[in-house]
C-alpha cells in the first residue's frame, strides 16, 4: 500500500521535475527533481520483487492454466480499458502541448492508431 501511494506521488511530481515529461508545468522544483531521482531508482524494483513473491505464491495454490486465466482476467481487462479509455486523453495531451497535433480531442481519436508511441506514433 506505501509503494502504491509512493507511486503516486512519484508521477505527481514529474510534472515539476527538471526533466522532459508528457505535461509539464511551467514552474520547475530541483527538490522535484531529486525527489523522482530518488524513487525512480527503487520504485520498480520494488515492484518487480513484490511480484515475484506474490507470483509463487500464486503458483502454490493454483495449476498453471488456472494462474494464466487469472491473469488475463485481472489484468488483460484492465490492459484493454486503459488502453482504449485512459489513454488517448493522456497521448492527445501531450500532443497538444508539445506542438504534435491541432485540433478537438474527436479529430484526435482516428489518429491514435496511427502508428506506436515509442516509435513516433499515438498508439500506447
Known amino acids: 500500500m506505501i509503494g502504491t501511494g509512493t507511486v503516486f506521488v512519484f508521477h505527481c ?3 515539476f521535475n ?3 515529461w508528457h505535461v509539464k508545468n511551467p514552474e520547475k522544483s530541483e527538490a522535484m527533481g531529486v525527489l523522482v531521482g530518488f524513487l525512480v531508482h527503487w520504485l520498480m524494483p ?4 513484490l511480484s515475484a513473491i506474490s507470483f509463487r505464491h500464486a503458483l502454490s495454490r493454483k495449476t498453471n492454466r488456472e494462474y494464466i486465466l487469472d491473469r488475463m482476467c485481472r489484468l ?16 492527445y495531451i501531450e500532443r497538444i502541448t508539445h506542438g504534435g497535433f491541432n485540433g478537438s480531442f474527436i479529430d484526435f481519436l482516428p489518429h491514435y492508431f496511427d502508428g506506436w508511441y515509442g516509435f513516433g506514433g499515438n498508439f500506447a
Not at 46 to 49: D, W
Open 18 to 20: 527538471p526533466e522532459d
Open 13 to 15: 511530481a514529474r510534472f
Open 46 to 49: 520494488l515492484f518487480f520483487i
Open 76 to 91: 488483460g481487462m484492465p490492459l484493454v480499458f486503459g488502453t482504449l479509455v485512459l489513454i488517448p486523453p493522456q497521448v
